[in-house]
């Protein structure tokens, strides 16, 4: 099999997506095993998506598994390389969309089952606790802050051969940590692949009585990641210099 870091980009974020936003959905969704699970089931979801997502994008081919633009845009100006930047991002965003429309065909029947449109949406893309989308990118910014400088600890050569053998493992700690801590605001999307592709697949679907795709809010769970990661490659490269 041909692998190549496209490709561990594009099936590690299908699997991040499929995992990360199945949980939700076995949550939200009415008549799954898993419903009305909570805040902790989807945030450890959430956890251990990231964790096989970094697997299998590193055995697709990807060495960096970023998984993320926000991450992927934080180390390229961290280390002032933008190469990996445009095809890193445009995978990453093929892989959330597939992920998405993946977790759609899984639960295909429970969305007939499920009266409220809100509940179909959060299967797909974020939305704030309380609609303040000043504070709800601060949010989005914090969070994703934290996100860079938590990989750029774990990535460390401090840490030496144990971020080699466990960082995927680190690297679901951290998100659960931050879903635990600071996702109650805004769904902590950390992440615009996240967030974008899924809510695009949202809007395509045939989705019964799914209602709005929510556009409006759409650029919060974008632009707040892509601000946290220029800042977090930015404390990165100023530590390192």
């Known amino acids: 099999m041909q692998t190549s870091p496209f ?6 974020t299908m699997v991040l997506l499929l995992l990360g936003n199945g949980v939700v959905a076995n949550v939200v969704l009415k008549q799954t095993k898993g419903e009305s699970g909570g805040w902790i089931v989807i945030t450890a979801g959430w956890a251990f998506a990231v964790m096989m997502g970094i697997f299998v994008s590193k055995a ?3 060495v960096d598994a970023h998984l993320n ?3 992927t845009l934080a180390f390229a100006v961290a280390q002032n390389d933008y190469s990996h930047l ?3 991002i445009i995978a990453q965003l093929i892989g959330g969309f597939l992920g998405a429309t993946l977790v759609w065909l899984h639960y295909l ?3 007939a089952a499920t009266p409220d449109p809100g509940d179909k949406l959060a299967c797909f893309g974020t939305g704030p606790a309380i609609r303040s989308k ?7 910014v914090l969070a994703t802050v934290v996100l860079i400088m938590g990989l750029a600890g774990i990535s460390s050569k401090n840490l030496g051969e144990l971020a080699i053998g ?3 493992y680190l690297v679901g700690m951290l998100v659960w940590s931050i879903g635990l801590s600071l996702g ?5 999307a950390i992440n615009p692949a996240r967030d974008f592709s899924p809510r695009l697949a949202h809007a395509l679907l045939p989705i019964p009585g799914k209602g709005s795709s929510d556009w409006s809010y759409a650029w919060v769970p974008v632009v707040g990641p892509l601000i946290g990661g220029v800042l977090g490659g930015l404390l990165i490269r100023w530590y390192t210099l």
Do not use: D, K, R
Not at 7 to 12: A, P, R
Not at 184 to 188: D, K, Q, R
């Open 109 to 111: 029947p429970h969305w």
């Open 134 to 140: 000043g504070a709800n990118v601060i949010s989005e």
């Open 7 to 12: 490709l561990g980009e594009l099936i590690g």
């Open 184 to 188: 109650g605001t805004t769904g902590y």
């Open 69 to 71: 633009p926000a991450v």
């Open 60 to 62: 697709f081919g990807s």
């Open 166 to 168: 466990v960082g995927p």
């Open 86 to 88: 445009i095809p890193y």
